[in-house]
């Protein structure tokens, strides 16, 4: 169903305001925002319970270190293990140098996670696997967006992806334009289908670690390229002015407007 002006989106809502006459539908707006909410602390919870969880774990680790430690000054078993752990979070070279990228932006949440993001490039794709549950119209295709994915801090931080790709609403096929949604704060040309996010590669420091429930995090300092592609038909001929990068969500937003990741110049 064509929206009214308001988002209703399958990642929740940025906020609501009136925009050049177009009235944000309220109801639908704060039922998306309370699921989204409610969403987002379980999984907050989770990850809670699992990061205390790994706490113990690092104790017997260390522990089990300490004990082999004092096998090999004692003379005990020559081929130990103890590094096995460690080496394994980092195995895997770094993609070369960074690419070419528009300004950072920076943005946390209220968990105190960061994330720097910096638009890399754009294009498309004809042979991406969707969601779409009907077979593309003729002369439509998959648009992506890649961008750098930080991790600033000196901590570890959930892998997560800020970033959301809009693109000209007139461009997006008719039939899939009840699921891009406008965006305070975005051109009110413009809207956010569902999108699929992915790390293409490791660009600079460690590889991802491992957490509970399938949870990846980021070490202090990495650098990872993310491709976030449309997850609904558009015209083929849509090119990088028709669309970008913007972060939006409340998790990483609060009540502030949508904020733009610029490409490089």
Not at 95 to 104: K, S
Not at 255 to 264: E, N, T
Request: proline fraction near 9%; hydrophobic fraction near 30%; aromatic fraction near 6%.
């Amino acid at each position: 169903m064509e929206p009214v002006g308001g988002p209703s989106s399958t990642t929740g809502p940025m906020g609501v305001r009136e925009t050049s006459g177009v009235q944000v539908r309220l109801g639908s707006l704060e039922r998306e925002r309370e699921r989204e909410r409610e969403r987002e602390l379980r999984r907050r919870a989770r990850q809670r319970a699992g990061r205390r969880s790994g706490l113990v774990a690092a104790g017997v680790l260390v522990l089990a270190g300490l004990v082999t430690i004092g096998l090999v000054l004692t003379g005990g078993p020559e081929d130990g293990d103890s590094g096995t752990a460690a080496g394994g979070r980092g195995q895997g070279g770094a993609g070369g140098p960074l690419p070419p990228a528009g300004a950072p932006v920076e943005v946390g949440t209220a968990d105190g996670y960061k994330y720097r993001l910096a638009t890399v490039t754009s294009g498309v794709s004809e042979g991406s696997v969707t969601t779409f549950h009907s077979t593309p119209p003729s002369g439509t295709s998959f648009p992506y967006i890649e961008y750098l994915l930080t991790n600033p801090t000196d901590e570890e931080v959930l892998l997560d992806f800020p970033g959301d790709v809009f693109v000209k609403r007139e461009l997006v096929a008719p039939e899939a334009r009840g699921r891009c949604m406008p965006q305070a704060g975005v051109p009110e040309d413009m809207c956010t289908p569902p999108t699929k996010s992915e790390v293409v590669r490791r660009m600079a420091g460690g590889a991802l670690v491992d957490g509970d429930g399938g949870d990846k995090y980021m070490p202090p300092g990495s650098t990872y390229l993310v491709r976030a592609t449309v997850d609904v038909p558009v015209e083929s001929g849509v090119s990088r002015s028709d669309m970008g990068l913007y972060v939006w969500k409340q998790l990483y937003m609060a009540d502030q407007l949508a904020k733009p990741v610029p490409y490089p110049d």
